[in-house]
């Protein structure tokens, strides 16, 4: 069973099915933001983390100081999502019944003092957040090591938790886009999303039906994207970057047989049986055009899609095609670590004269 | 939200003061165990602990102080001082009037000072002042030049005063002192008897736990004043390695291991253990004192730490201690620690850190025993170590094998050289953990053929000189005995002597007879150097006959069993798969192969021979033609105890210590086993033989070996050789290299052979004590080329080596520089006689019968039992005759020359009144005069 659970939780496995459940969750998302699901689902799931926890490996990863706040991010995570998508869904049902949000209920417009309503209970959550930071710090003692020493790193190099995403992505582009655009453009688009999404609907009250191409849209980032790959990066990379089932042994000597091809290697060589051309653009002609077909072409042949007719008439030109720009660079990353996974693609664009490897 | 309250209000006010309430009190709480974390450490229970350690002990001590009073003589000096009371009393008005002056006297010398200060100040400003008017030739100078003489001359007298004052105060002083005399040596008295004990009063004092020692060490105020403190200890002359910058080495570990420099508390448990070499490490008397030479500087680990005891990089001795220390100290493996301390029993690794280049560290004892084993197996022949380049190979030469042993022997000697001699050095190359597969024999017995074409190809012609005539037996073996071979071998047939020897500089002498060619060992044991002259073997001048009676012994040594084997002949396929191997690393398969098919069988077996010689680096230990210009085969081991434990390859033996000592250990023991489990290829199989160490052969050598570090000591820190121990070690290198120590002792180390003396240790090779003061330097040289015997009496002799002048002279230098002895002695120096000295002389040679045991030249009609007199004047030196004559015991304790003077009494008081200076002083001059002057009886003067 611990071998069959290792087995899935190789991204190329576990990726899929997260997806799946991800799906599943917005498809029957009506049965998923009932009480009466979180209940069972709790229930359900306590089993299985307790055999899990009994192992040692598993265990020994959990109870690191540096994973504990990782621990906390998934249960508030799953726990703030099923409580989002239960209040959506509830208004909606209200809605759908002619019947005003919760939140626009009389009892609930009426006005409150700010002091002491909300200041003295900011102070409460103060203190209360400050005790369990002490508490937290005596217990767990920071996870300070040794002086650093440039000759002897340590094994495996983690970035801290919240970066931990970032790590992973890492491992499937270069930095400068991994590390750089990526991140910009995450940091851009969330500041874009009022200027984007001028949907007034949902303004005041908790709505899924209303938004759900932006709700299903942001979950997709922040759960799929964001949330998994630290999760991957906190529990399943292990020495070396290697991938380790939850309950393997970390052994720095694991060898991973992962031998990569770049996709020009893959048209001259392989396809075309042909020597590599001397000329780089020409080498690379074809991710290039890939590369650009897939940046500029695919938003405009979007235009041709009834959706996309629809949501340019919407929205207009401009924030149609930054929405679109957003999605197509966020869409990337899970096309590249598919290909990575399927074709062992290294690069599509492999320019290191250049540092451009895309 | 919740149910309906006060308009404007969302919750009840109440129920948020209530919780406002409860939740600043539980931050109250958690600041409180903020600073208690924070002030509860373990090392302050160590503290509290050697504090109560340290009352009860000087509690001991007072009530035993109090036990062991003298009481009469206490109540002796009490009475003393009520009678001095009473006298004084009579003299109170005296006293008093002293007193009264003596406070009059100081009133007047504060003021005399307050006037001379002022006085003296005012003379400096002037002064600078007038230099000033003057250099600017300013009008005001001349009024300057007058106030200057004015207060000059105010200065003067007043110094004069104060002088005055001064000596008027000593004398009232000595007056009042006077008049107290009685009064004072009584208290004198009663000090000198209760000092001690006031001593220990007052440092019981300081453990007491008062409010004052509560409140300094109180939680919040203990950063003031505290007495339970970290200490530690900053070494200038001993740098950490902090990455990138050396910084003095701070060690703490006194603030728990709190008695550790101190005597007498060696039956506390850890931490508050005496140290138990104190008189060579840690003690304030010691050459180690902790002050300059701190804690991990010897035992390793993160001596700036205090947090716990794993932060410390403690490192266990064995499985048991680290069960227990997890146990009790929730300890883990260090991690990221370039240099956990040392488990305890490898610490004397770290002497070598500092003490570089020399041949013997005194006091290493274990260290020194993991060395020699390291040399006796000639770890240095394969792995270059700096330092021990001057060392010899460890094998003998291969250069003329042919004519030593047949093919035969050699093939099955190096298939597993145990099977014929189970002391063999030689190392077991085959039949090991990694290829004792059918295959990799077929193929080892393949190479091992092909060595064998290869070195015998290689070896050249050697004629024996002489022919072998079997002699007696009994004889022989007695000869071997006697004349000192065991020295250096062990002997078949003397097993309980050899093993009391344990010596190891040349082969366990057993079957020889069936190993060696009869007129080969005739001539080897007559004169070694021509068969081989970079043998380390010397001529022990034997006359052809004990040469026959020797060999005849060791020709009788036989072993059946090795004879009888055969080993198998050369397997063509096995070979031609190898020489396969060998050529597709360069060349495809296709190439190889007609390349193969070109060579002769001849051919083949004279390739793969050489390959092989090559491939498990025989030439390492043996001088092989045609491999002198190659690299010893082993990785450098010069800095192997600092290399990073991530380099070390552990592979798939999970049974191993993850530790630079159980890496290197384990390979010291096994070094095939890293090959488990890693399906390597015949070409690529760990090639380290195994030396069958037992296990604590191999944990000395792996501390000889964590001792190889790169660690930088700076120059103050480490142990500079004088310019006499440098060229004494040069000597000792030479000593060692030749086995010279194995018969004598030097300075009372060394010696194995002395082992076999146990009865009569004057038998034995004579012990060198002070050998460069006893001898002089220009003698020794000659001695070295024309060994003679100087002990006629003795068996054992001095056998002659062919040193080159250069050795003789570094060996004269070596030993005259580890007694500090200037080179020359003025032997043209006439006797100057003091008036009737020498006839005293002469009696007192008669009365002491210095000739019945020096008899040589005196008395044909003994036997001497001591050297020829005749020769002292060139080989001693007169102060050491002196020095002898005095005290024979103190120098070389047991021996049979009679001490004249004991105690500084004469034997013979009639002469010269009696008085042993005199007495010696003659003596020797009589030597002088009465000696040869040449280096060897029958010379000619030189």
Redesign the interface.
Known sequence: MREFVNYLADPIRSFPIFLVFFYLMIRYVKVVATKKFAVIGTLISLPPIAWALADKNFFKIVIRPDNLPINFLIITVVFFTWFSLYKGVRNDGRLAAGEVPIEALPENREKVWTWPNLVYTELFCMIAMTIFLVVWAIYFKAPLEEPANPTWAPNPAKAPWYFLGLQEMLVYFDPWYAGVILPGLIVAGLIAIPYIDTNPKGNGYFCYEDRKMAINLFLFGWLALWVYLIIVGTFLRGPNWTFYGPFEYWDYKKVVAEYNVNLSEFFWIIGLNQPLPSNMILREIVGIVISLGYFFILPLASLKTKYGAKLFKDMGTIRYFILIFLAVAMASLPIKMALRWLFSLKYIVALPELELNF | ?SRKNEP????D?NK?NK??AF??V??LV??I??FL?DYIRPWKAYQLEAMQIRRERLSQGIEQFDQNLDKEALDELNKKMEEARLIIAARQDDIEKEERELARLARDLKSQTLINGTLSAKVAEVSFHYGIATSKKKPTEQKLFEKLRDVKEKFAESADRMIALQNAEAEVRGRHKELNGELLEAERGLNELLMSRELMVLAKNKTNIDPIFALRNAPFVDFLDPTLTVDQIVLENISDD??FVQVPKVDRCITCHTFIDQEGYDDLPNPHKSHPKLDLMVGVNSPHPMKSYGCTTCHGGEGHRVNDFTSIAHSPQNAEQKQEWIKKYNWHEP????EPMLPLQYSEASCVKCHQGVEYIPGATVLTEGRNLMEKYGCYGCHKIEGWEHKRKPGPSLERISSKITKDFFKSWVWDPKSFNRHAMMPAFFMQDNNSSEEYMEKNMAEVNAMADYIWEKSKDYKPFMAYRPGNAERGKQLIKDVGCMACHGVEGYETESRKISADSGPYLTGTGSKVDADWLVSWLKKPDHYDPSSIMPSFRLTDQEVQDMATYLMSLRNPTFERLKFEPMNPEARDDILLGYYTAFDPIEVAQAKLDKMSDREKNLDLGFRSVGKYGCYSCHNIDGFSDRAPIGPELTNVGSK?L?QFGFNFQSDVEKTRDGWIKAHLINPARWDRGTDARFQGITRMPNFSLTNREAELMTIALLGQVAYYVPPTGVRQLDAHEIIANEGMKLLNKYGCVNCHQVDGQHGKILANYEDDINEGPPRLVGQGHRQQADWFHYFLENVHPIRPWLKVRMPSYNFTNEERNTLAEGFQAMSKQQTFVDNLQVVKWEPGEREAAKALFDSYACASCHSAGYDKSIEPSAPNLALSKRRLRPTWIKKWLEDPQAIMPGTLMPSFWEGGESMDSTILGGDPVKQIDALTKYILESGNNNFEPGLKKN
């Open positions: 939200m404007g209000m969302a919750y006010m948020l919780i406002f939740l600043s539980a931050f958690t600041v165990w903020v974390d902090r990455y991690k990221y620690i370039l990073p991530t």
